[in-house]
């Protein structure tokens, strides 16, 4: 296995990468090419593209993790041991690192604040077009009325 930093790695993974993101565009933006096809031919063309959108990307993410060295057994097709274990991995460092506990509070402050400060925007923004309703309202109102 080559490492990840030696440069044939490095551009084989960028071009992995790419393939998945233009993969993704391509079958996330598949319905709405559906929906806009104009006949029974490209209806089926981009039907095609997009079904096929899906394998190549599935395969393009197991090249990718075969190149970031990745080991799986045989057994464990979808690689769900992997995810278990990094799951109870991180878990384990919640619980006993204090670095993290005290990061999670302040992004659990951070959030409180944010979301404070978008409701405030919102309603003011909500408030403004009121007023400017309002305004156009009683304008025409007094006009036309």
Do not use: N
């Amino acid at each position: 296995m080559i490492a990840p930093s030696q440069p044939q790695t490095r551009i084989a993974l960028t071009m992995t990468e790419v393939g998945l993101s233009v993969a993704g565009i391509i079958a996330a933006i598949t319905p709405l090419l559906l929906w806009a096809s104009w006949s029974e031919f490209v209806f089926y063309l981009v039907l095609s593209v997009g079904c096929g959108a899906f394998p190549v990307f599935v395969g393009l993410a197991h090249v990718r993790g075969r190149l970031m060295g990745e080991a799986r057994s045989d057994r464990d097709i979808l690689g769900l041991k992997g995810v278990r274990q990094r799951i109870a991995d991180w878990d384990k460092l919640q619980e006993h690192d204090k670095g993290v506990r005290r990061k999670q509070f302040e992004i659990k402050g951070d959030a409180r604040r944010e979301f404070g400060f978008m409701m405030r925007v919102t309603i003011g923004l909500i408030l403004a077009v009121a007023v400017v309703f309002l305004a156009v309202y009683l304008g025409f109102e007094v006009t036309y009325g």
